[in-house]
């Protein structure tokens, strides 16, 4: 944190989404994600600097339905060069919020928890009334600089909500309140512009892996994890398309992450060919536990805990990084 008198410096990395989106002008199409720079955003939020000395910078500017890899990999790599450097106090990034929890898990994965990094969004375009991005930006910047922001990993602002990566989730696909943090709840809230957090900071000791601190591959070297949905009547031969092009498979089951036996045994198929197997659910919160209703052991799959599917598949994409076998990665999961 700086030295008395001095504000923080906060680093700022655009990616784009709603947050730099605008209302488009073409009848019947809403708005365009990604259209104003961070310059452009700054300006819109008044008093910023006077809260920060601010570093902006430009990852991407995209929808973050468009999330690839390759951004996921620059992202990860500037974050973990800004939080070495001894001249910036906290992060922040502004992202789509639609694919916005898996960035920030990601992040939350391959980041030491020390310095404050916080993910923001918008639900409405930058030229929206109302719009709710510049509220969002100034409460991140604010809780990037607050000493109590330190060492809880990737946070992600909005709304006035302060989530942990590894419970929030998008719950919603329009409204202000659309993220929650269903089975864990929520870190804490900003009020008059300063963070009340709910629980302490966690720190990153209990959570060594090799993900944290190795180099990060080149992504055109990320394994490929899919996630399969299940549904009444589920054929096994998506399935089977899928593990012939994938080196991990997530499930996102239905309840207690299960689906049609004929699917299962294209699963347990899958695993038997050195495919990685995760069970989630499709349910949006609880549990999915080892041997419960599934033979997990028995047919080699891995049962995700309370992470839900599009986490269990960065997870699994990094844990594969490292070619564990079945028993460390069933202690990745159990771990995460
Ligand atoms: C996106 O995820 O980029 C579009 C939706 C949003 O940011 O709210």
């Not at 008395?4 to 488009?24: E, K, N």
């Not at 100034?138 to 990737?154: D, N, T």
């Not at 999915?288 to 599917?309: K, Q, T, Y």
């Amino acid at each position: 944190m700086p030295e008395p008198g001095r504000r923080p410096a906060i680093a700022i990395l655009a990616t784009g989404g709603t947050i730099a989106g605008a209302q488009s002008a073409r009848p019947g199409l809403g708005y365009v994600a990604g259209t104003f720079d961070i310059g452009q955003l700054l300006a819109a939020v008044p008093g910023l600097s006077t809260i920060a000395e601010l570093h902006p910078e430009q990852i991407a500017n995209v929808g973050s339905q468009d999330m690839r890899h390759e951004v996921w990999h620059a992202l990860a790599m500037r974050v973990r060069a800004l939080a070495a450097d001894a001249a910036i106090d906290g992060i922040v990034v502004t992202h789509g919020t639609d694919t916005l929890e898996e960035t920030a898990y990601l992040l939350d994965l391959v980041i030491p928890a020390g310095k404050p990094l916080i993910l923001t969004g918008a639900m409405r375009p930058a030229t929206a009334l109302s719009a709710d991005g510049p509220a969002n930006l100034y409460a991140a910047v604010a809780l990037a600089a607050h000493p109590q922001a330190r060492g809880r990993g990737a946070l992600v602002l909005l709304n006035e909500e302060i989530h942990d990566a590894r419970g929030v989730q998008k719950i919603a696909a329009a409204g202000l309140a659309a993220f929650a943090s269903p089975d864990r709840g929520l870190a804490g809230l900003m009020h008059a512009g300063e963070p009340v957090f709910y629980r302490p900071a966690h720190g990153s000791a209990a959570r060594v892996a090799p993900w944290r601190h190795a180099p990060l591959a080149d992504p055109a070297q990320w394994p490929r994890v899919g996630i399969v949905y299940a549904h009444a009547d589920m054929q096994a031969d998506v399935i089977t398309f899928m593990a012939e092009r994938c080196q991990g498979l997530v499930l996102a089951g239905v309840g207690d992450g299960n689906a049609t036996a004929s699917a299962m045994q294209a699963l347990a198929d899958a695993a038997a060919r050195g495919v990685a197997v995760v069970r989630a659910s499709r349910t949006g919160r609880g549990r999915v536990g080892r041997n419960v209703e599934v033979d997990d052991d028995g047919l080699g799959f891995i049962a995700a805990g309370d992470l839900n599917p599009q986490k269990a598949r960065v997870l699994l994409m990094l844990a594969l990084m490292s070619k564990p076998d079945q028993a460390t990665l069933r202690d990745w999961f159990d771990a995460a």
